[in-house]
C-alpha cells in the first residue's frame, strides 16, 4: 500500500487505522474532506481526489449515518484522478462522531463530523450568550468522544466577561474555556496549544459567532467567508457546508455550518451535568426523579442556592429527549452502550468498548 507518511500523519492517520486498512487489498487510505452532492473530496497520500460510492457500498448501508462523512477515513482504489473519479469501498472505524437528529425526523441521524480530537464549542459573548444551548452542546460534544472546549468569541463586545465565565462555569464543569477576541492578533492564539500534528479539531456553534474568523486567523488568510450576527440575534450562514482543511505541520481542522437548533440522538448528561449527577448520589431513593421525592438532595440544593431551577428543567429536557427519562446514571450508560453496538457486533462489541473506558479510568 502506497502512503505518503509524512502527509496522512498530519491528517490523524494512526497505526490502528493503517492496521485495520490492511484487510482491504488493492486499495488506499484517504480522508474525506468535503461532499457535494453525490461527489467526496477525499485527502489521499497523493493530494486531493473527487470520489463516489461504490454500487455495493451503496447497496450494503442501512441508514444515513453509514455513509461516509466529513472526517471519515476511507479506502478508495485510487490516489490521484488519472482515471476520473475515485470509489470509495469502505469506512474504516469511527474513533468519535458528533451527531444530531436530522431536522423535522425522529429516527434520522446527521453525522455533521467524525474522527474528531477536541470541540471547539465557539459562543459569542454578545448576543449569541445561552446556557441552556451551551449545556445541549456540551452533552453531545461528551458523548461523540472527543473533549469538548468552550471558546468564547468577540470579547470585545463584552462589558461583564467576569461575570459571563462564571455563569459558564456553573454549567461547564472539567471543561477549559477560552476567551478570544475579532479584533486582536493574539485573540485566538490560545486555540493553538490544541493543535499539531495528527490531531483533529471541529468547531461548533451557531451562525455568525465567528467560527470562521477564528479558523482564517488559524490559517494565515481569509479562505472562508465571514459574517457577524444580525440584530435580531439571527446569525448569517456563511459557512453553507462541513469542510475539513489542512493546518500545515498542525493536524486538521473542520468548519461546520451554525446550528441553532440541535436535536439530540444520544448525550453524556453524566458529564455535562457532573454536579445533579453527584447531588443524585446523595438522595435516598436511586430512581429519584427530583422532583417530589423526600430526602432529594438536588432539590435541597436548588433551597440552599447551590442548583439552579433552569439547569435541572434544562437536565429533564434533555434527559426526556435522549430516551433516558426514568434512567438514573448507570442505566443510560448501559441504554448508550447498547444503542452505539446496535446493529454494530452487538454484545461483542460492547464488552470490547467497556473494557477500553475502564483502562481509561484505572490510568
Known amino acids: 500500500m502506497k502512503l505518503n507518511t509524512i502527509n496522512l500523519k498530519n491528517l490523524g492517520l494512526t497505526k490502528d487505522i493503517i492496521q485495520e486498512s490492511k484487510i482491504y487489498k488493492d486499495l488506499f487510505i484517504g480522508r474525506v474532506a468535503t461532499q457535494y452532492k453525490n ?55 469511527r474513533k468519535s462522531v458528533f451527531a ?46 472527543a473533549t469538548p472546549v468552550i471558546v468564547l468569541t468577540k470579547s470585545d463586545l463584552c462589558k461583564e466577561i467576569e461575570a459571563k465565565i462564571n455563569e459558564i462555569s456553573s454549567v461547564a464543569i472539567g471543561v477549559e474555556i477560552l476567551v478570544t477576541s475579532s479584533t486582536s492578533d493574539e485573540g485566538y492564539q490560545s486555540l493553538k496549544k490544541y493543535l499539531y500534528s495528527g490531531q483533529t479539531v471541529a468547531f461548533i456553534g451557531s451562525s455568525g459567532v465567528g467560527k470562521s474568523t477564528l479558523i482564517n486567523c488559524l490559517l494565515g488568510q481569509d479562505l472562508l467567508d465571514t459574517n457577524g ?32 437548533e440541535l436535536g439530540i440522538i444520544r448525550a453524556d448528561l453524566t458529564k455535562s451535568f457532573a454536579d445533579i449527577d453527584k447531588l443524585a448520589f446523595q438522595c435516598r431513593f436511586n430512581d ?69 473506558q475502564n483502562r481509561k479510568k484505572g490510568r
Open 100 to 145: 444530531r437528529k436530522v431536522a423535522g425526523s425522529t429516527e434520522d441521524i446527521q453525522i455533521v463530523a467524525t474522527n474528531i480530537d477536541t470541540i471547539f464549542i465557539c459562543m459569542s459573548m454578545n448576543n449569541d450568550f445561552n446556557l441552556r444551548r451551551l449545556e445541549r452542546y456540551l452533552s453531545i460534544a461528551w458523548d461523540s468522544g
Open 229 to 260: 450576527i444580525r440584530n435580531d440575534d439571527k446569525g448569517r450562514h456563511t459557512t453553507t457546508k462541513r469542510e475539513l482543511m489542512l493546518l500545515p505541520n498542525l493536524g486538521v481542522v473542520i468548519d461546520t455550518p451554525g446550528m441553532r
Open 288 to 356: 429519584c426523579s427530583h422532583r417530589k421525592e423526600p430526602n432529594c438532595a438536588v432539590q435541597k440544593a436548588i433551597k440552599e442556592g447551590i442548583l439552579t431551577v433552569d439547569r435541572l428543567e434544562s437536565y429533564w429536557k434533555l434527559k426526556k429527549e435522549a430516551k433516558y427519562d426514568g434512567l438514573n446514571s448507570k442505566m443510560i450508560e448501559k441504554e448508550k452502550i447498547s444503542e452505539m453496538f446496535n446493529g454494530m457486533g452487538g454484545m461483542k462489541n460492547a464488552r470490547k468498548y467497556i473494557k477500553q
Open 39 to 93: 461527489v467526496y473530496k477525499v485527502i489521499t497520500g497523493n493530494g486531493e481526489i473527487a470520489a463516489e460510492i461504490s454500487g455495493k457500498f451503496h447497496y450494503e448501508v442501512k441508514g444515513l449515518s453509514e455513509y461516509p462523512a466529513v472526517g471519515d477515513f476511507v479506502m478508495v482504489d485510487s490516489i490521484d484522478d488519472s482515471q476520473g473519479n475515485g470509489i470509495i469501498h469502505h469506512v474504516l472505524t
